[in-house]
């Protein structure tokens, strides 16, 4: 092989494993940064109409640093609400000092859609418990929507905390909801990584055989297409 050849040789490498390891950089991004995409939920119910004194909260505890959405499944009741409703995240369902407080227009919620509250990152959120609550102290039950939870314990490291006298109050173990986080490159690969060993037994949980795993494959992708006789090669053997 020519020094000209071998340099093309190992553009060609270069560029094929650039590919695959762009292509799934886009694919990790979309994991992480899609709340939606989560473990299967149990049965649904609606909590009840938001209205007056209710209130439906959920505790969870954060996976990560900066900790910056919130999406929960709301429902519209089969119309257009022209009311607004409270988001407030705070320590405990008793603590009363919020974190953040974001009043949102109920005419915004669709029927059993994932509905989106965005706020600036908490970076020092991983492993600290909190709450989050959704009221409409100002709603009547003509104008309410619903917040959706599930009748089984799908979140293990919380559980939803509804005003007495809420219809699914004694019924439903958790909200039906996903978090999001503001993740630098670094922290995206281990999140992907610990996400990918998730109920996995022995070494198949640990994030570092994924990571020497992904590092084997691009290693012997390269040398594949490194290797691998072009066009010009195998018709001019004088090259």
């Not at 600036?120 to 418990?129: N, T």
Request: one cysteine or more; aromatic letters at 12%; a negative charge.
């Amino acid at each position: 092989m020519t020094p000209h050849l071998a340099w093309r040789s190992h553009l060609r490498a270069f560029a094929v494993v650039g590919m695959v390891v762009l292509v799934g950089a886009i694919g990790a991004y979309k994991t992480l940064h899609d709340p939606d995409a989560g473990p299967p939920v149990g049965e649904r119910e609606g909590a009840g109409e938001l209205v007056a004194d209710y209130r439906a909260c959920q505790t969870f505890v954060a996976a990560h640093d900066g900790l910056n959405q919130v999406k929960v499944l709301l429902d519209d009741l089969g119309r257009r609400n022209r009311s607004t409703f409270i988001f407030t995240l705070q320590r405990s369902p008793d603590d009363e000092r919020a974190i953040v407080t974001l009043t949102r227009d109920a005419y915004e919620v669709n029927s059993n859609t994932y509905y989106a509250l965005r706020f600036p990152p908490i970076e020092d959120s991983a492993g600290k418990d909190y709450t989050f609550c959704l009221a409409a102290p100002e709603a009547d039950l003509a104008q309410a929507i619903t917040v959706i939870g599930t009748v089984r314990d799908t979140y293990p490291d919380g559980r939803a905390v509804l005003t007495p006298g809420m219809w699914g109050k004694g019924k439903i173990e958790d909200l039906e909801f996903h978090l999001g986080y503001d993740l630098g490159p670094w922290a995206q690969a281990g999140a992907l990584l610990d996400r990918l060993g998730t109920d996995k037994p022995a070494f198949f949980s640990a994030g570092w055989f994924y990571a020497l795993l992904i590092g084997a494959y691009l290693a012997l992708l390269y040398l594949l297409f490194l290797y691998r006789p072009s066009t010009q090669e195998e018709g001019d053997p004088d090259l």
